[in-house]
């Protein structure tokens, strides 16, 4: 089993930042992957970006430029940093974590408000 607690969300002004984390515990050893994904009302969950056991990143077209993904190994927790916040990035942010035996977990999600 594996945990995970996302923090860090909240309402930002367009063009502002945030930083979610997200922080993992359980039988995190058998990480294949972690990444963020959001999901805004009315829409299906979408990726955001990705980050291997090898540290290859795969962001989507709409995070490149603006969102980095990073993580601190010795307190598994990973981060997202968002820059140049949109108004169309308002979602709810889930942290995903996929397994060496391929089961996916979710965290409970950030809701990230861009509003002016």
Known sequence: QVQLVESG???VQP???LRLSCAASGSIFNMLAMGWYRQAPGKERELVVVITKDGATHYADSAKGRFTISRDNPKNILYLQMN???????ALYYCHFLSGDKYIYWGQGAQVTVSS
């Open 9 to 11: 969300g909240g309402l």
């Open 15 to 17: 063009g502002g930042s």
């Open 84 to 90: 140049s916040l949109k108004p169309e990035d308002t």
